[in-house]
């Protein structure tokens, strides 16, 4: 959970079940980063995306928007991995 989330709330990790739920809206973005879970490096791996984007099925015409969301999404996973390994270093 990013810094940002949590000065805006106040709940930790441990207040949320170890399921969520996806918006409808976000669904295609989803299923487009889970298929892209195995190309974590640093970041996600540009080069192979848009092979995946077709292989998810996402149409044409979502697919700026996905990237979009996609990107999103890689940003926060980078934030949140970046904390945990800060505090890994720390203790």
């Known amino acids: 959970m990013s810094r940002r989330w949590r000065a805006r709330t106040p709940f930790t990790a441990e207040d949320y079940g170890s399921e969520v739920g996806i918006w409808p809206d976000n669904w295609e973005a989803f299923k487009v980063f889970e298929a892209m879970s195995t190309q974590w490096r640093t970041g996600?791996?540009?080069?192979?995306?848009?092979?995946?984007?077709?292989?998810?099925?996402?149409?044409?015409?979502?697919?700026?928007?996905?990237?979009?969301?996609?990107?999103?999404?890689?940003?926060?996973?980078?934030?949140?991995?970046?904390e945990q390994w800060e505090s890994a270093r720390c203790a």
């Open 44 to 82: 996600m791996d540009y080069s192979v995306l848009s092979g995946v984007i077709r292989m998810c099925g996402v149409p044409i015409g979502q697919r700026q928007t996905i990237f979009s969301d996609f990107r999103r999404m890689e940003a926060e996973a980078l934030q949140v991995m970046a």
